[in-house]
């Protein structure tokens, strides 16, 4: 068998420029597909992640969509603010078992930094690698990727940016304190800048001009107090069903669904990951044709060469093999090509990203349907060189060797 496989390699690469551009088609096609598996999983293991523990989002009036993607993903601006009491009004519901409040607005070098209670922690199940929660106003809690990113460590201090992107002007005077350092947690909170409600509050209100002395901060009536988003865990499923319609038909209130708006949002990003399978497919059956045609001629152009090997003793079926050995020699070079490049191609995806802020993606990342990709390529390279080695296998000797040269 190994001197059949030395001689169908020999026969693949006799012809480099035709093997060359099978070879590019079936690992390209390949590629697109692991690419595809890659980054729809991980984008999907990403999404559960984050949603994990939130049943609502409770935000300004404004698209649903907005507020759970600026609520939960962290990646677009909220619709506004809402007032401090409506906390109150919510974790009075008897529906409700967890409300955690948001507050948004400033940034540290393109991670947000969220004003919120402790129970946001427990949310994720984070837990600190150095240091303390905070305790007071401008204590901040650094999300693991912030601390690797920025450099920062215990007792820094740093002043925030207005905003939520990077060129925001820097909130002079108002700095924070670093007092602990998160633990890697996988999720969104990762690459957050935690600190207690009040410090955006006396934040703001300094840069407003509306205060200019910290217990006169503290002793702001609570009633014109905002904040930018509430997170909400049902204590019962009943709640799915009321308390949606209860917050909408508040005034100035809105709620979003996160199950909702992600499967709506998945279902938008499906339709980009389907235009690139349905790509790949036709890749595939490009390169599928593309290998039948070159083996088909091939054989052809080697009947000389076959009809010695059968005189000198080979059987037929010997003949066909060294056939199908060539299209599964290229379809194990492009399933190592392509495997390959759809991971490379899904770090470079996830460094781009990460330098955003945005999803996380990685290359290290493997999907258990790419265990089919090899038995894909296989499946490929047997229906490519079926009649291509059947044509071999009925070769009729005595007739090539009559035939006129």
Known sequence: MSALIRLAWRYLWAQPLTAGLNLLLLSLGLAAISFVLLVSEQIEAGVRRDLAGIDLVVGAKGSPMQIMLSGVFHLDVPTGNIPLAT??????????????PLSLGDSL???????????????????????????????????????????????ASFAGSHGLGEQGDAHEGSGYIVTGILKPTGTVIDRLVLTDLASVWQVHEAHHGEAHEA???????????EVTLILLSYRSPLAAISLPRWVNAQPGLQAAAPA?????LLRMVGAGTEVLRGFAWVL????????????????????ADLAMM????APPWRVAVLVGLEAAILAALACVIGLGLGHGLCEILGRVLAERQSLRLTGAWFSSWEWGLPLLAAALALLASAWPAWRAYRLDVSELLQAPR
């Open 87 to 100: 906390l109150k009004t919510l974790r009075a519901q008897p529906l409700v078992a967890r409300a955690v």
């Open 109 to 155: 070098r393109g991670f947000r930094i969220v004003g919120t209670e402790r129970s946001y922690l427990d949310l994720y199940g984070a837990s600190l690698a150095q240091g303390q929660a905070w305790n007071g106003p401008m204590q901040a809690v650094l999300g693991a990727e912030v601390a690797q990113r920025t450099g920062l460590g215990l007792g």
């Open 215 to 225: 217990h006169e901060a503290e002793d702001r009536n609570e009633a014109q107090r």
């Open 260 to 264: 909702l708006e992600t499967a709506r």
């Open 284 to 303: 595939l059956l490009a390169a599928g044709l593309s290998v039948f045609v070159a083996l088909l001629n091939a054989v052809r152009a080697r009947q």
């Open 310 to 313: 059968r005189m000198l003793g």
